[in-house]
């Protein structure tokens, strides 16, 4: 969005170039302990979302127009939007039976993609542009009452050892 419309300029013809992602730990963004197959408690429910950042801020009338070229460069489309791990984890919910003892999670990781950017009609600036956002989504849901294999993913080893083990 531009700061001051009256004063809006454009970034034409841009060209975008990778410098690079980002990748953190994996966390976990939602978490269910289930009672029985109607009853359930959420013990983890984050709030995250992607995001886009410019350094400096620039003052275009097409800043969609150049996330659509970062995204050209990009393994993922550049917009900012809530990002909904548990939705994975409601239709493996839907489609299973739930009893006590049961805990349901979803987990994904952060990750950074950075680029820098750069208009025709502006070659004197150089402009950074930062996306946050969200991958590798795993969801599961885990029988406390049983050992978890040694070889279970991050996401299931973490909460088996928060969830299960606490209880």
Not at 11 to 24: K, W
Not at 115 to 124: A, E, I, R
């Amino acid at each position: 969005m531009p700061l001051n419309p009256d004063s809006a300029s454009s970034c034409d013809r841009p060209y975008i170039a990778s410098e690079g992602e980002l990748r953190g730990a994996p966390q976990l963004l939602r978490v269910d302990q289930f009672y029985d197959q109607d009853m359930r408690h959420t013990l983890v429910d984050a709030s995250v979302g992607s995001s886009v950042t410019f350094s400096p801020r620039p003052d275009w009338n097409n800043v969609n127009e150049v996330l659509t070229a970062a995204g050209a460069v990009s393994e993922t489309t550049v917009v900012e939007r809530p990002y909904d791990a548990s939705e994975g984890l409601e239709s493996l919910i839907r489609s299973s039976e739930q009893s006590a003892g049961l805990v349901g999670y979803a987990a994904a990781r952060p990750v950074t993609y950075t680029y820098s950017v750069q208009c025709l009609n502006d070659q004197q600036n150089d402009y950074r542009l930062v996306f946050d956002t969200w991958s590798e989504t795993e969801f599961g849901i885990l029988d406390c009452e049983l050992r978890l294999d040694a070889k279970a993913q991050w996401a299931a080893q973490a909460t088996y050892d928060s969830y299960c083990q606490a209880s």
